[in-house]
């Protein structure tokens, strides 16, 4: 599900948006919730990569049954990829499969170039061949080896970036939340108790709230916290600000504003993260700089 800080990287992003185009506020709230709800269609999609792998390797082994002379190894194929409790567990999971039988084009083809040639590195690299080699099974050397296995050869991998933005562009801003949940999903598993549900985006109506609320406030009061901004920058001008620190500050002045409950020092941390995800290398100081002065300006040294 999306955490707090996911949420508020939503907010920034929608306020960034609306800025550059705006439209009528309740458009904007339901797009805001419509790009939250296509993460879970990436992160089904990434899934479904994992699955499609698997079902790779196993035609693979099929293709090499069938030939009129076989060699040893496609006559006692190793079954380990195929058979490895993971990937099993991800592709019976039912929520999985009927999110996309809804949604067949979160499916991947097995004639795919992308996914082809994925696998083909996976099988020529090293920690590939170690695995397949090592004749102990174990739950969690499966789960450790599909773990590392997503990591190099998905969230890290640019042509599978470049293949999300092609598919859908709200997915690229997307990519670091939709890799969270595969990761998550995958350390969440156990040995013999398959889950047959999925991470859900919004944990509950408090998220919900919390994320209309923000959005609403940011909005609402924009010219106003623009001038407390103002007010604090030195030998500074707020037309010298980049569009995206100015909203991240906005944001965060909105929730110092409209939400008492939460600690300044976690409301100060988590706008200095999404600056790293969002701005430029030096923006974390300047935001750590400015929301501090602000907090301590109102009094909100909680």
């Known amino acids: 599900m999306l955490g707090r800080r996911q949420i508020r990287e939503k907010v920034v992003e929608t306020l960034y948006s609306h800025y550059q185009n705006p439209i009528q506020y309740d458009v904007l709230e339901k797009r805001m919730f419509s790009e939250i709800e296509r993460i879970y269609h990436l992160y089904v999609y990434q899934l479904n990569f994992l699955v499609a792998l698997k079902d790779l390797a196993q035609r693979q082994i099929e293709i090499g049954k069938q030939k009129f002379i076989k060699t040893e190894a496609e006559l006692n194929p190793n079954q380990k990829f195929i058979n490895n409790q993971v990937l099993v567990q991800l592709e019976e999971n039912m929520e ?29 690299s090293k920690r590939y061949q170690d695995y397949m080699k090592e004749e102990q ?69 408090d998220d919900k ?39 991240i500050l906005i944001a965060g002045i909105s929730e110092f504003d409209h939400f008492p409950a939460t600690a300044s020092r976690i409301i100060i941390n988590e706008y200095v993260e999404i600056s790293k995800v969002f701005s430029t290398e030096k923006s974390n100081i300047f935001i750590n700089g400015i929301l501090d002065k602000y907090s301590k300006d109102t009094n909100r040294i909680n």
Do not use: C
């Not at 997307?174 to 156990?190: L, P």
């Not at 609403?216 to 980049?242: G, M, P, Y």
């Open 96 to 124: 999985r499969l009927s999110f996309t039988s809804k949604h067949q084009e979160l499916k991947w083809d097995m004639h795919d170039e992308l996914l082809v040639k994925t696998f083909q590195r996976i099988i020529a």
């Open 137 to 205: 099974v174990s739950f969690e050397e499966d789960q450790k080896f599909i773990g590392k296995l997503f990591l190099r050869y998905i969230a890290e991998n640019d042509d599978f970036h470049d293949r999300l933005e092609e598919k859908e562009m709200s997915w690229a801003d997307g990519f670091h939340i939709g890799n969270s949940m595969v990761q998550k999903t995958i350390g969440f598993m156990k040995e013999e108790q398959p889950s047959h549900t999925l991470i859900q985006m919004i944990k509950d109506e």
């Open 209 to 247: 709230i919390f994320a209309r609320k923000l959005l609403w406030e940011s909005v609402k009061n924009w010219e106003a916290t623009e001038k407390k901004i103002e007010e604090r920058l030195q030998n500074w001008d707020l037309e010298r600000v980049s569009l995206m620190d100015k909203v």
